[in-house]
């Protein structure tokens, strides 16, 4: 059921869609995040892409949203030879959006089809496969089909996320030693490792970065540990030795599934420390 103020926020971005299909050279444009997905609040923002073979300038692209009622906020990041993006308020609801090349993109489509992701590229990825088209949309619906998570990329991100530090092994001794800070921080890398790990079983995009509605990602896993969701919840908030034990149950589970579905893989590689740098 989409929520009145994902209907509202969508109206705000059709109006702001159509006056830039009218005055620049826009090829596509995408509505992203949770007014997408139907789910926007009086909080949340718009987040608009649209896409050029050709940017326009941004002091172009800026006078086009005042023309719609927008007040400019101020840019996210700086530009560069790929795109711009920035921040306006339009009916007292923030909008993020802003330029991007096509080229840029296609890009980036190329390292998802090479299984080469990192968590730009699986942001835009997600972004991409969760959008809704405002414009262009058989461009965007051919761009949605080469971002579907490619089979060189599932066994790849198993590997790479397998081994948990044995916290629950040693809980009383850091409780002992004034750790609390490391404790909750091995908890976490653990619950995100676990997240990693299962969606990647799932052929789901992940990253831990700005990692919100952790319930619907959960949802939407075929293949999990029974109450997912709630027990990841017990990680982030439990008392610490409470928490290592949801943790080593998640985590025994959770390997039982990759020696079950990944083929070839040692779910029990051991844990290793971050690299420096």
């Not at 969508?10 to 159509?18: D, H, K, Q």
């Given at each position: 059921m989409t929520t009145q103020e994902s209907e509202r926020r969508?109206?705000?971005?059709?109006?702001?869609?159509?006056r830039l299909a009218a005055d620049t050279d826009m090829r596509a444009s995408l509505m992203a995040g949770s007014v997408a997905q139907g789910t926007a609040d009086e909080h949340s923002d718009i987040d608009l892409l649209?896409?050029?073979e050709r940017l326009p300038e941004p002091t172009?692209?800026?006078?086009?949203?005042?023309?719609?009622?927008?007040?400019?906020?101020?840019p996210i990041g700086?530009?560069?030879?790929?795109?711009?993006?920035?921040?306006?308020?339009?009916?007292?609801?923030?909008?993020?959006?802003?330029?991007?090349?096509?080229?840029?993109?296609?890009?980036?489509?190329?390292?998802?089809?090479?299984?080469?992701?990192?968590?730009?590229?699986?942001?835009v990825a997600m972004g991409l496969l969760e959008g809704v088209p405002l414009f262009g949309a058989g461009v965007v619906r051919a761009w949605q089909a080469r971002a579907a998570y490619p089979e060189s990329l599932r066994r790849k991100e198993v590997e790479a996320n397998?081994?948990?530090?044995?916290?629950?092994?040693?809980?009383?001794?850091?409780?002992?030693?004034?750790?609390?800070l490391f404790r909750r921080q091995m908890l976490l890398d653990g619950a995100f490792k676990v997240v990693a790990v299962l969606s990647?079983?799932?052929?789901?995009?992940?990253?831990?970065?700005?990692?919100?509605?952790?319930?619907?990602?959960?949802?939407?896993?075929?293949?999990?540990?029974?109450?997912?969701?709630?027990?990841?919840d017990l990680l982030a908030?439990?008392?610490?030795?409470?928490?290592?034990?949801?943790?080593?149950g998640l985590?025994?589970?959770?390997?039982?599934?990759?020696?079950?579905?990944?083929?070839?893989?040692?779910a029990d590689a051991p844990w290793q420390p971050a690299k420096a740098g």
């Open positions: 969508l109206g705000i971005a059709r109006r702001i869609v159509e649209n896409y050029y172009t692209f800026d006078a086009v949203l005042r023309d719609v009622g927008a007040a400019l906020i101020g700086e530009p560069d030879k790929d795109g711009f993006v920035a921040r306006y308020r339009l009916d007292e609801v923030e909008v993020q959006t802003g330029g991007e090349l096509v080229e840029a993109l296609e890009r980036r489509l190329g390292r998802i089809a090479a299984g080469e992701v990192d968590w730009v590229t699986a942001k397998l081994g948990w530090f044995p916290i629950w092994a040693i809980d009383a001794h850091l409780a002992a030693r004034d750790a609390e990647a079983v799932n052929r789901l995009y992940f990253t831990e970065f700005q990692f919100k509605r952790a319930h619907e990602h959960a949802s939407r896993m075929r293949i999990k540990p029974d109450r997912l969701a709630d027990r990841l908030n439990a008392a610490p030795s409470e928490a290592a034990g949801v943790l080593r985590v025994e589970e959770t390997k039982e599934i990759v020696r079950a579905e990944v083929e070839g893989v040692d």
